[in-house]
């Protein structure tokens, strides 16, 4: 019989990557805290058109990386492949705009896409990521985008680049779409099936294209900051300026878009150059028209940004990380039945402590202690337990000492 493994694209984290994990989520919720944000959890899957409506029917997302299936009732179901359309649904769901003005956000957990594995690139991985509802002001795409340096500055990743661009609104729209239209027209016999669709369907879109050979010809496209409106382009300056005053370094791409249909003015990205192809580590934007799509027309403006965890955990390399406990009990086979007793105390006490209950042999018990990455061995000893004793060892400097197996929980530190 075949070996049952994980579904291609998927990945197991054993043991010391599910603490790396953890420990990087840990540290963005505490950042996400200090910014004000709250945490929403949404179910992984969703109606399919949440999505095809949320995110735009052309876009790579909706088009080819959807897992969509039929649940037994026949309703399309979609696992979610990014987070800011749950986000906007509970948003509108429990009237949140009832409570407050500005609503900040953040949200954590697998996302979905059925996407060619590859290093960087998984068909499940987690995004950790956070939105502000109910500010049309440009101060809020300039704390979003701090807010994403400020998770690498506390995670110490350097060598990253900022990438901003304004993608305009439906005002500044049609004119630059007219110009990308005007730009390509001759070029359509040399460019790929997708680009061609999206030339007549959805133009802007075709910015997104990541075939090699369309790339020399896309990046004739004009510069969207020349056709920006007067609410747009005042908008821009101040997101500049802001991050300016703050000291950050970054560049204006007058081609990046984001994969998401809704997204209006602020678009922005930051890649960590020692990632190669799959280098963005996060990307966000403003999206001030999306919640009218399921608000009956009536919209709140918003942005947000999300990062790829796993593509964090890549650029911050293999650090070296083990799992430790505090306390290894070893028993002798005459003391066996002090040994629950024992680790029960020491649990009791707040101490993490474990065993070997095959009751083995000393050597290979220690082996064990070793392997957990125990700070301390507690060895019930035959004769010190018949006196309520025990050697504690301090694994670190290989000091022993006898003590009362009662006291021992507050001599490890
Ligand atoms: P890419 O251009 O690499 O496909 P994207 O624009 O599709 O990224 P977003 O939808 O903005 O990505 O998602 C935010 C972040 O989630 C990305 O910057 C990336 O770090 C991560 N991410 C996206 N898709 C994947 C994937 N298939 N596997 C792992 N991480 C991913
Ligand atoms: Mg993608």
Partial sequence: M??????????????AQAARMLALENTLRGIAHKYGYEEIRTPVFEHTELFTRGIGEDTDIVSKEMFTFQDRGERSLTLRPEGTASMVRAFVEHH???????????YTGAMYRAERPQKGRYREFHQFGVEVIGSPSPLVDAEIILFNLDVFKTLGLSGLTLTINSVGCPKCNPAYLAALRETFKNDLPSLCETCRTRYDKNVLRMLDCKVESCQPILAKAPAFSDHLCDECKPHFETVKQELANAGIQFTVNPRLVRGLDYYTKTAFEISANMLGAQNAVCGGGRYDNLIGVFNNGKSFPAMGSAFG??????????????????????????TADKLMPTLSMLRAAGRSANADYNVSSIKSQLKTADKLGA??????????????????RNMTDKTEKRVKIADAAGMIV
């Fill in 96 to 106: 949140l705009f009832a409570e407050r003005g500005i609503n900040k956000i953040f």
């Fill in 309 to 334: 965890l796993e593509r964090i955990l890549l650029a911050l390399g293999d650090a070296e990380t083990k799992n430790t406990i505090d306390v290894f009990v070893v028993a002798f086979k005459e």
């Fill in 375 to 392: 700070k301390y061995t507690l060895i019930l000893g035959p004769e010190e337990a018949a006196a309520g004793e025990c050697m504690l």
């Fill in 2 to 15: 075949e070996a049952i493994t994980a579904v291609r694209g998927t990945n197991d984290l054993v043991y």
